[in-house]
């Protein structure tokens, strides 16, 4: 991942493209990450490129298992060695969205919190319906906050307002290493594909 990156960072999901496609860009528009995944079959590899030109795989996430309540991501880098993982908090998801990133020796490291469970359930309840369902994704944006194990804040996830497609930016707040940041950005990701049939 280029390291010259400006914040924030700019998460856009093409949902309608035949085969999904996921950017990565910073705010001066750079790519640093992309993801064109067949139907986003989330038990297999998911490859992440530099660019959409997908000459360089830069990382992989994998699941531990198929998809439940309880399953977790494995990251590695190009060549296989592991960069930590994230997982997403059981139960506590049905009414939060709540996941949890670990670093390559699997300690808990970060934390990442949907802001106002409200917007989850008003979307859910209209997302259904045809045609006021089209527009869940452009009036209810739902807001993640990343937090340290001791509380503290350091990054800003918020769902940017849209029709098409889904949008999103990391603004950060506090300070972060290159390897946390690597772990934040494929773990926000990694939320997205797992949260992508909301608005």
Do not use: C
């Not at 914040?7 to 750079?30: C, H, I, M, T």
């Amino acid at each position: 991942m280029n390291r010259q990156i400006t914040y924030p960072l700019e998460f856009e999901f093409k949902v309608l493209a035949l085969s999904p496609q996921f950017y990565v860009r910073d705010a001066k528009g750079q790519e640093i990450a992309y993801v064109k995944q067949k139907l986003f079959k989330l038990k297999e590899d998911i490859s992440v490129f530099e660019n959409d030109k997908q000459n360089s795989i830069i990382y992989k996430i994998k699941a531990s298992q198929w998809i439940d309540w309880s399953a977790s991501y494995m990251f590695t880098d190009a060549i296989g060695k592991s960069l930590g993982k994230m997982g997403r908090k059981g139960a506590r998801s049905l009414w939060k969205a709540t996941y949890e990133i670990f670093d390559d020796h699997e300690a808990l490291e970060f934390k990442i919190e949907e802001d106002n469970a409200f917007v989850k359930i008003i979307d859910g309840l209209f997302s259904g319906i045809p045609v006021l369902g089209f527009f869940t994704g452009y009036i209810f944006n739902p807001k993640y906050n990343i937090y340290r194990t001791d509380g503290t804040k350091i990054a800003e996830f918020t769902k940017e307002a849209s029709f098409l497609g889904k949008k999103f930016k990391l603004h950060q707040q506090g300070n972060f290493d290159i390897q946390e940041e690597e772990r934040i950005i494929l773990s926000l990701m990694m939320m997205v594909f797992l949260e992508r049939s909301r608005g």
